[in-house]
């Protein structure tokens, strides 16, 4: 054992010690009263006044039951509500599409409402979402190591009306394959970072040149050692100009710190640094935040219960605390004995105070409260302040709230998770003086009281759009475009627009050999997907060029084209249609294609560049029957040497 690993056990030992005999002043509150079974929204209020002064209202929200089995919607390293001029938003699972949306809690604090913006299509998907200034980013991935579920990295911004929409060249794909939970964070250079731990090492990518531009992720530090599947890396940025990143490696009973300073090259890490250890942990056993003054808090969630030998007073769960020095310290935060665990930090800069939530029975039951000063962190004993419990939902747990920094004054939300029951529970936490039926301060001046649109039945949502501005000129672009097929030689790079104002994707085969630039999205096997791209041929040669190739493992559904002979083209069946319009070299054409799933049809709008209309073509049958969802898009130059090369712009796949 280290040194920093004895000083953490006689911490604890002493701190075991003096609980077990002193008195302290509990912030426990009242037991809450039984609820209606069955019920759901705020009807199932109820009310909870803390004696050291915090007053608490929780409400059961809505079930994503019935449907398939529930998956959890994220872990607690990861935030998965913000906070925006004193309204608050939540990433949830929306019961139909089982997609995660986000939602805004209603003025009062009582409601969600769905706003009907996709963050994440892929079910399953658990996501970790930071709001800085006017953007949204999250990192989402899915469980499991099949491709499609990997890490990817989305931004969102808002509209003067107050809507969230993805931005373009958004999400970014980091990993094909999926990872257990991902972390997102900002530096104070205003550079993106994502880390994860995959295949057993603790892995971190970051943005270059722009959001939507990232590196390859990378382990690090370079002295780290292998960890487990199950284990977890959380970033998170202290404000005082540095990042740091924070792990588990549950085999050697430890949580890792490595810290990088914002100036430094981004591969530049510092050696790594025991956090804690010498105690078993739990699964995803960390969640961090970020106090004053460049001090860091983690709360660790231990194993010692599980133990056979576990005495009642042993540690449960602890939490970290770093100075700005670097100097580490461990606090109680719970016993054997208090049954608490999965716990979350959030900091109250304001009030310097950090407030942990976590559940009992350990693996989901009620939610409790219990805090302490940021500067002299002693928890009361005992299991704290009720702050949402239910007798119909005994196993509430996966707790998030906000990344950043709140003010318990303007109120602080919990959303807790049933997987058993599939309901939603969410807590808001205030002071207990005030007064009016919400914590949360009105919307602005001038703003509606959703500042969101209700969901609309014939609006769309984006699976990404491209517009390829980011990237360097001539530089190779990725965010998922590959080339196929396989063998054949061919460049994507970035070009100039003739505006001179943006960049496109270019298609350059380097032989005689046809190249194709293709992007996987998450497979829609229902309903109806729309493909639009702006393109631009600059040769043809003895075959097609291919607009716009919609197409799964299964086979292509639709496919349009610069036919060879000069006209517009595309595939009904197995039969090739050669339309009467014919098309001009390096010039910019806008084509539209729906997919629609049930019919196993399409639509193709084709227009130029002015938006003044060439050709629409309803209801053409897939080119295989065989196709009965679509996955990829694909894009295809001509046959011939690099005169064959092919511009595309802005690619817009939605639902």
């Known amino acids: ?138 990192a989402s991935a899915v469980p499991g190591r099949s491709t499609s579920k990997g890490v990817r990295v989305s931004r969102f911004s808002r509209s003067p009306e107050g809507r969230f929409l993805l931005d373009p060249n958004f999400p970014v794909e980091l990993t094909e394959r999926g990872v257990e939970a991902a972390s997102i964070a900002r530096d104070g250079s205003g550079r993106l970072w994502a880390a994860f731990v995959q295949d057993g090492r603790v892995l971190v990518a970051h943005s270059t040149v722009d959001d939507a531009v990232w590196d390859v992720p990378r382990p690090v530090p370079a002295d780290a050692t292998p960890v487990g599947q199950r284990d977890v890396a959380a970033l998170v940025e202290d404000g005082k100009g540095s990042l740091g990143l924070v792990w588990s490696d549950a085999d050697e009973q430890t949580v890792r710190y490595a810290e990088r300073d914002d100036l430094d090259p981004p591969e530049q890490w ?88 976590a559940t009992t029975p350990r693996h989901g039951g009620s939610v409790q409260l219990t805090r302490a000063a940021a500067d002299r962190l002693q928890f009361p004993v005992g299991l704290g302040l009720t702050v949402i419990s239910d007798a119909s939902n005994p196993e509430i747990a996966y707790l998030t709230s906000a990344k950043q920094a709140i003010d318990v004054r303007d109120g602080l939300v919990v959303l807790g998770f049933d997987d058993k029951t599939g309901f939603y529970w969410h807590a808001v936490i205030g002071p207990a003086e005030a007064t009016g039926p919400s914590p949360t301060p009105p919307a602005p001046s001038g703003a509606s009281p959703s500042l969101a649109p209700p969901p609309s039945a014939g609006g ?63 497979p829609v096997a229902a309903g109806a997907l729309q493909a639009e791209v702006r393109v631009l041929l600059n040769g043809i040669g003895a075959a097609d060029a291919v607009i716009t190739s919609l197409r799964d493992q299964a086979g292509e559904s639709a496919s349009v084209r610069f036919g060879q002979g000069g006209t517009f083209a595309y595939y009904s069946g197995q039969a090739k249609i050669r339309s009467a319009a014919p098309f001009a070299l390096k010039t910019w054409y806008r084509s539209a294609v729906t997919v629609h799933l049930e019919s196993q049809t399409y639509d193709w709008r084709l227009s130029r560049d002015d938006g003044s209309r060439i050709l629409v073509v309803k209801a053409i049958p897939f080119r295989e029957s065989a196709a009965n969802q679509v996955s990829e898009i694909c894009i295809q130059t001509s046959i011939g040497a690099a005169k064959a090369g092919l511009r595309f712009d802005d690619v817009r796949i939605s639902r």
């Open 1 to 138: 054992m280290t040194d920093t690993g004895r000083r953490i056990a006689i911490v604890l030992v002493a701190l075991t010690a003096i609980l077990g005999i002193a008195v302290v002043v509990s912030v426990a509150g009242p037991t809450p009263p039984p609820l209606p079974t069955g019920s759901n929204g705020p009807r199932s209020e109820f009310p909870v006044e803390d004696p050291g002064g915090l007053a608490v209202r929780a409400f059961k929200d809505f079930s994503v039951l019935p449907g398939p089995p529930t998956e959890p919607p994220g872990r607690q390293l990861q935030s998965r509500l913000w906070t925006i001029d004193g309204r608050w938003w939540g990433a949830m699972v929306e019961p139909v599409s089982r997609e995660t949306r986000i939602y805004e809690l209603s003025p009062d604090g009582s409601t969600w409402s769905d706003t009907a913006v996709r963050l994440d299509e892929r079910v399953g998907a658990m996501a970790d979402v930071l709001s800085f200034g006017d953007h949204l980013y999250v």
């Open 270 to 357: 510092r050696p790594s640094e025991v956090a804690f250890e010498g105690l078993p942990l739990a699964d995803e056993p960390i969640s961090a935040a970020a106090g004053a003054n460049g001090t860091i808090f983690v709360a660790v969630d231990t194993a010692v219960a599980d133990a056979p030998d576990a005495g009642q007073s042993d540690p449960g769960s602890v939490i970290l605390e770093r100075d700005a020095d670097g100097t580490w310290r461990s606090s109680l935060i719970s016993r054997v004995e208090d049954h608490l665990g999965q716990p979350i930090a959030v900091v109250d800069r304001a009030a310097s105070e950090v407030y942990v939530l």
């Open 460 to 522: 769309s949502s984006a699976l990404f759009t491209d517009n390829f501005d980011p990237w360097p000129l001539d530089g190779p672009i990725s965010n998922g475009w590959g080339l196929a097929p396989s063998g054949v030689s061919g460049s994507l790079t970035a070009a100039e627009d003739a505006s001179g104002s943006g960049r496109n994707a270019q298609i350059q085969p380097e032989g005689p050999a046809a190249v194709r630039a293709c992007k996987a999205f998450t």
